[in-house]
T-cell receptor, first 114, second 117 residues
Framework: QQQVKQSPQSLIVQKGGISIINCAYE??????FPWYQQFPGKGPALLIA?????SEKKEGRFTISFNKSAKQFSLHIMDSQPGDSATYFC?????????????FGAGTILRVKS | NAGVTQTPKFQVLKTGQSMTLQCAQD?????MSWYRQDPGMGLRLIHY???????DQGEVPNGYNVSRSTTEDFPLRLLSAAPSQTSVYFC????????????????FGSGTQLSVL
């Protein structure tokens, strides 16, 4: 119930295409959903985040779509570029009686072909 | 600002050896944590600290010890290394545990790649 399921495990997209990464959760106590981007040899870095009272958030070419009823959220990268090639992690923050914590998905390795 | 600094970057151990992974941050962050990253399993929390002298277990604490004697440093100790501890380890910090929920980013170090033979 504290898991965040992420798919696909890996993704290859042509330059200029749209990259879509999906995440799902079960526990409705999750109430904050950040995405982290990790380049090879580096630590993850916060990319964009959303709260469940908003259905979409856009920052440049990156958009999070959030479906509260389905308990799903996704990252869309428009006009994907080779520089976007990285591992992407969705995450969810839970605040409940057992304490609060950030739970990460398994990650998606994105490769954008030029 | 250096941010979060981890040392060493690479380490090879033999089964049964012990070692300490170092982590230091210069942002005066209260919250510090250790994650391990394994293929297909994402980032899993090992231990965390909400301030000097206060530590707690995460999802996968077995085989690891931590202590927090200063605000800046949060070392991770492997007591008796096992092949199952082969992984990439990340230290991360933020202003406070609750500030992550408020939108503050979790700052990660660049990682330590550990192999246990």
């Amino acid at each position: 119930q504290q898991q965040v399921k992420q798919s696909p495990q890996s993704l290859i997209v042509q330059k200029g295409g749209i990259s879509i990464i999906n995440c799902a959760y079960e526990n409705t106590a999750f109430d904050y959903f950040p995405w982290y981007q990790q380049f090879p040899g580096k630590g993850p870095a916060l990319l964009i985040a959303i709260r469940p009272d908003v259905s979409e958030k856009k920052e440049g070419r990156f958009t999070i779509s959030f479906n509260k009823s389905a308990k799903q959220f996704s990252l869309h990268i428009m006009d994907s570029q080779p520089g976007d090639s990285a591992t992407y992690f969705c995450a969810a923050y839970i605040t409940w009686e057992y304490g609060n914590k950030l739970v990460f998905g398994a990650g998606t390795i994105l490769r954008v072909k030029s | 600002n250096a941010g979060v600094t981890q040392t060493p970057k690479f380490q090879v151990l033999k089964t049964g050896q012990s070692m300490t992974l170092q982590c230091a941050q210069d942002m005066n962050h209260e919250y510090m944590s250790w994650y391990r990253q394994d293929p297909g399993m994402g980032l899993r929390l090992i231990h965390y600290s909400v301030g000097a002298g206060i530590t707690d277990q995460g999802e996968v604490p077995n085989g690891y010890n931590v202590s927090r004697s200063t605000t800046e440093d949060f070392p991770l100790r492997l007591l008796s290394a096992a092949p199952s501890q082969t992984s990439v380890y990340f230290c991360a910090s933020s202003y406070s545990k609750g500030s992550i929920h408020s939108g503050e980013k979790l700052f990660f170090g660049s990682g330590t790649q550990l192999s246990v033979l």
